[in-house]
């Protein structure tokens, strides 16, 4: 089994900045590609960020300028820095992995519980 756990949400006045991370464990055979997505109160699931093995990064436009997504191959974790925070930018944001597990062929896409994000002064 696969397992990704997120954490460094919190409540941070706008303006303020954040740092998530979100780390894979598990029967890990390789992971593809990292990204966060997140979910505000009665919204969809929108994307936030991608980033593939090589570093290529991908953000939503909302977030240009402001969000930095990396990753650290050899620990299996994927990071957001959020700056510059918005109170729009509250949501539960998930992070996700295309995860290919130890004997198996195929990548098969995993999610974290989620972590809480509240910009507000």
């Known amino acids: 089994q696969v397992q990704l756990v997120e954490s460094g949400g919190g409540l941070v006045q706008p303006g303020g900045s954040l740092r998530l991370s979100c780390v894979a464990s598990g029967s890990i055979g390789s992971i593809n590609a990292m990204g966060w997505y997140r979910q505000a109160p009665g919204k969809q699931r929108e994307l936030v960020a991608t980033i593939t093995t090589t570093g290529s990064k991908d953000y939503a436009d909302s977030v240009k300028g402001r969000f930095t997504i990396s990753r650290d191959n050899a620990k299996n974790t994927v990071y957001l820095q959020m700056n510059s925070l918005k109170p729009e930018d509250t949501a539960v944001y998930y992070c996700?992995?295309?995860?290919?597990?130890?004997?198996?062929?195929?990548?098969?896409?995993?999610w974290g519980q989620g972590t809480q994000v509240t910009v507000s002064s």
């Open positions: 996700n992995a295309a995860v290919r597990q130890l004997g198996q062929p195929f990548y098969y896409t995993y």
